[in-house]
Every structure is written in C-alpha cells, then in structure tokens.
C-alpha cells in the first residue's frame, strides 16, 4: 500500500513536471509555460507565417531598390549599387539596436511588435512619395521612359521612407528568429528537434516570402509601375503585424536579463582589478552563485572553460569582495562564473563572426551588381521579358532544394555514417549529421563556385555584346538565362551558410543574449555590404584612368566586371583558409541542464 502510495505521489509529480516548460520560459502573464497551451508548432506557424509576409514586404522594396535609383532617381550603376549596399548595411546595423532593446529591457515579444509597427509606417510614407512626388510624367521608371529631375525635399523624402524601412525591419528581424526559437524547449527531446527543425523552415520562409516580390512584385516595378509594387508591399507588411498579434496569447517568452553592457564591462573591471592575483589553480576557487538559478536573471548557469584565463581573475574568491554570512558582494570587485563565461562565450564567437564578412560581400550582390549584369543581357525569353531583379527567383527556389535535400537526404546519410563508425555510446548520442561549423565551411565553397560561374558568364556576355553590339549601349545578345547557375550556387551556399549561421549562433549565444546571436547573422551582413560598398569603391579607383572607365562603369559591355566576379572569388579562398583555422579551434559553452558538445579544441587564438 505505501509503495504504491509512493508510486501515485512520483507519478503526479512526474505529470507536474510534464506540464510545464523546462527551459523557463513564461506565458503572456508571467507564469510559468504550460507546454500544452502555448508555444510548439501552433505558436511556431504563426512566426512562420509573419516571415513569409514581412519579407514579401521588405524584397518588394529592397530586390529593385537598384533598379528605382537608376531608372527613378536617375543614378549611375556605381552610384546605385553603393546607395543599395549602404541601405542593406543599415538594415542590419540596425538589428543590433533590436537585439539590445529584446534581450535588455522589452523582451523579444514588444520588440518585434514595435518595429513592425515602424516597418509598415516607413512603407506607407515610401508609397505616398512615389505615388505622389516621385513618379512623373506617370508611367516613368521603366526601361524607356526617364523620371523627370526631382527637388531635394523630394529625394529627402524618399530617403527618410527607405530608412523607416531599414529601421523596422532591422529591429524586427534577429528578434523574430530567436522568438519563433523560443516556442519549442530544448530541455524536451521531441521539442528540442523541432527547434532546430524552425530554423531550416523560417529560412525557407523568408525565401519563399521574398519569391513573389521577385516575380510579380519585380514584374510590376520594372515595368514603371513602382507605386503599385510599394503598396502592396504595405499591405503585406500590416497584415503580417495583424498576424502577429493574433498569436499573443499562445506565445512562450523569456524574460529580458538586463543591460549586458554593464555585465560585461563589470567582468573586465574586476579581472584588471585582480590582474595581480595569481590565477585559481581549481574550479572550487571560483565564485558563482548559490541555487539552481543564474546571477544572470532568466538564464542558465554556465559551467566554467578553460580559455581566456585572465578573465577567471574576476570570479577568484577574496576575503575582501565577498561577506560569506550577508551573501553581499560588489560586482565591479567579483563576478560569478557564469558572468564571466557569458564574457568568453562572445569572445569565442567573434573569429567566427568575422569570418563571415567576406561571404556576405558575396551574398550582396545578388541584390546590386548580379541584377546591374542581368539589364545589360538579352532578357526576352520566347517573346517574354524577364525583369532582371526577378532572377533571384532561381536563388529562392534553389534554397527550398536544397534544404529539402539537406534535411530528408543529406543529413540523415552522414548521421547515419557517423553512428555507424562511433566508439561508444556517447559518440552514438553525438552524431547528428554535419554541424554548423561543417556547414558554414561548405556555404564558402559554394561561394566560391558562384563567383567563378558569374565571372565565366560575364566574359562571355562582354565577347557578344561587342559582337553583336558594337554601337548600342548595355546590350547583349547572351539570354539572361545563363545567370541560372551563379543564383542558384548562391541559394545553395545560403542554406549551408545562413542556416547554418543561426542554428550555431542562437545554439552558442547564452541565455541572456539570444537575439545577439541572431543579430551577429544580421551585421555579418550588414558589414559585408560596406565592405562590398568599399571594394567597389576602392576597384573604381584603381581601375578607372584616362582611357579606360574602370571595371564597373555605366555602360557594362566598356568594362571588366568579370575581373571584379574572379577578385571575390580569391578574397573569398583566403576567408575560407582562415575560417578552417578558426573553427578547428572553436569550443563550445557547457551550460547547465543542456547537452553541449565539448569535444572542439579551444577558440581560436586562445
């Protein structure tokens, strides 16, 4: 009878524990999740759902934003695509200011709820301008017909719309990821699949969202009929908000942490303060917190690592910093542990991140000078004209491919292989298929291969035009077709290296600092279109003389933007080779109550 008693009091305890969310995460109340009524594939749809919209919105603007510049704001192709990267950049400059705002004082929930709020009104303000100041004679903006000079309170205008844009999708973006993240547990098996699963499938989302902006949007704006196209992008963009909303009451959160600027400048203190102290020869010399809970509020205690040994000083343990019976401590004088390793988790992250630069000035011009090269090919297609800004569908389609691959073929193969050839039962438990570091490599070889493509098109492209058009201007007899290859190498590049990217910076970023993670993605990219902006710039200069206009003029067909193609492709050679370096190095965090794989060597440089 009392055993069975026992039984009946573990088994309703047992049901307790399953009732709620392990990770802690809260509902909309601030009370502990229940797994049954908030969060998992409901709440994960919702998120799914509002991406495909928000991006719809956001290409609609940013896939023919060269194009408008050109043919509306009567820019040159240099010009444009430097405004172009520039802008882009912006967008993801912003995501840091997002990220701050989520993980430090408004939760990721009001973030993304705030700046989709100015994404539609930056839209909005955009539609109105074109519609009424920038569009005229009406029907300009097309191929033919040339926009008349516009004041510069005009163009202000514009540009005002433009970074409305940049400013609300930039704060929306690293926070929806890592929010759409949140609503599975990774403290559940089951749950903990799916989560990884949401960041192929947003990725494939934000594709495939963007797929209508590349076609029927990009076909409407290369035609002139740029307003149109900006308005249903507003249209998208307030219905993705009205989605959003809807979706409150099942959402799982996590509460913000604090301003992680003052945690971390309080670790470099207390390390420089103890700079002196011998290093602690043990663990147990090292301060942390009592309780299952973190100093960090909401987080998980980290576990200590070896690596950045200097910074240990600021949790070594003296008579002076810490009153053992009030439980007071002064933080600018000792830091627990899981302080500090908060401090070196981002440390280790950043040769990573840097890595990842060079890639995006890969990716970006995809938006500028792939669709600069598409207007100066042939591009009627039996009788049918292919706006060049619309073959970034074969990019979209790619992405959907090949994570479709990945997911169903590739990565149950290796994981397969790799179980196969495990020593033991913890290496059985470990095989999962490629990591993200493996994948993020094979994201550069692709690059690679895309960027020798184009530069091989290019040539050809420039041997027919001077063939066949020796006296017009930016034509070519070669079909816009033979783009197919370069976009869909990117495409493919994109979901080794993008999800990727997310998948280990969500997974590696602590606790209190998961929409950085995401935002660290975001400025990758937001720097590799400065960077691009800069080696254009720097390869006009150097490349432009008296008698030749430089790699990138005006007219393509006078040119050597093949040469510019081969360039990336070498910086891109030397990025890999250091990436390699830097990833064999990685570590990864131990936290508490979570599986992390520990068996990659230390960060690099350390």
Request: overall charge neutral; charged content about 20%.
């Amino acid at each position: 009878m009392a055993s069975f008693q026992v039984s009946k009091e573990e088994k309703l305890k047992e049901n307790q524990e399953e009732r709620y969310t392990l990770d802690g995460t809260v509902d909309m109340h601030g009370r502990p999740a229940i797994r049954g009524k908030t969060g998992r594939w409901f709440a994960g749809i919702i998120i799914l759902l509002n991406q495909g919209l928000a991006t719809l919105a956001f290409f609609g603007v940013g896939v023919n934003l060269v194009l408008f510049l050109t043919r509306v704001l009567q820019q040159n192709n240099a010009d444009a695509a430097n405004s172009v990267s520039k802008w882009t950049g912006t967008v993801y400059i912003f995501s840091l200011v997002g990220a701050f705002l989520s993980d430090s004082y408004w939760g990721r929930y009001r973030t993304c709820a705030i700046f989709q709020v100015i994404f539609v009104i930056g839209l909005a303000a955009l539609s109105l301008s074109s519609h009424l100041f920038l569009m005229k004679p009406k029907g300009c903006g097309n191929e033919t017909t040339a926009c008349a000079q516009h004041s510069s309170w005009e163009i202000g205008l514009f540009y005002i719309s433009i970074y409305l844009v940049a400013l609300g999708n930039g704060g929306y973006q690293p926070n929806i990821a890592t929010f759409g993240a949140d609503q599975f547990d990774e403290e559940d098996p089951k749950e903990g699949h799916s989560k990884v699963a949401f960041f192929s499938y947003f990725y494939l989302a934000l594709n495939l969202g963007s797929l209508f902006s590349n076609t029927i949007l990009g076909y409407y704006e290369n035609s002139g009929m740029w307003a149109i196209g900006f308005w249903a992008s507003t249209a998208s963009a307030l219905a993705a908000l009205v989605l959003f909303l809807a979706g409150t009451t099942r959402y799982r959160h996590f509460r913000p942490c604090g301003n992680p600027i003052s945690r971390f400048t309080q670790v470099i203190v207390a390390a420089i303060r103890n700079w002196r102290v011998e290093g602690p020869q043990s663990d147990y010399e090292l301060f942390e917190v009592e309780g299952k809970e973190s100093s960090v509020t909401g987080s998980r205690k980290m576990l200590h690592t070896h690596g950045f040994k200097f910074l240990d000083r600021a949790a070594f343990i003296a008579s002076r910093d810490f009153n053992e019976k009030q439980g007071y401590y002064n933080r600018w004088h000792l830091c627990p542990i899981s302080q500090v390793e908060e401090v070196k988790c981002i440390l280790r992250l950043l040769p990573i991140w840097l890595c990842t630069i060079i890639y995006s000035v890969v990716f970006t011009q995809m938006a500028s000078i792939f669709v600069e090269q598409g207007a100066a090919m042939k591009t009627k297609v039996w009788n049918f004209e292919i706006p060049p800004a619309s073959m970034s569908s074969f990019d979209i389609l790619s992405v959907a491919v090949v994570i479709f691959f990945y997911r169903r073929v590739l990565d149950p193969i290796v994981s397969r292989i790799k179980k196969s050839g495990a020593k033991d039962l913890t290496e059985t438990k470990d095989s999962k298929g490629l990591t993200e570091l493996q994948r993020m490599g094979i994201g550069f070889v692709i690059a690679v291969m895309a960027m020798l493509s184009a530069g091989i098109v290019e040539n050809y492209r420039r041997k027919y035009a001077r063939i066949d058009c020796t006296n017009c201007e930016g034509s070519s007899s070669l079909s816009i077709v033979w783009q197919v290859p370069q976009y869909a190498l990117i495409g493919a590049s994109e979901v080794f290296m993008y999800v990727g990217q997310l998948e280990f910076f969500n997974d590696q970023a602590p606790d209190g600092l998961k929409s950085f993670g995401s935002a660290l993605c975001m400025t990758s990219i937001s720097l590799g279109n400065y960077v691009s902006s800069l080696i254009v710039s720097m390869v006009m200069r150097i490349s432009a003389r008296d008698d030749m206009p430089g790699w990138i003029p005006i007219n393509l067909n006078n040119g050597h933007l093949d040469r510019f193609y081969f360039l990336l492709a070498g910086l891109t050679i030397i990025d890999l080779a250091v990436y390699m370096a830097c990833a064999k190095w990685y570590k990864s965090a131990k936290i508490e109550g979570k599986y992390v794989e520990d068996t990659e060597k230390e960060a690099c440089g350390v």
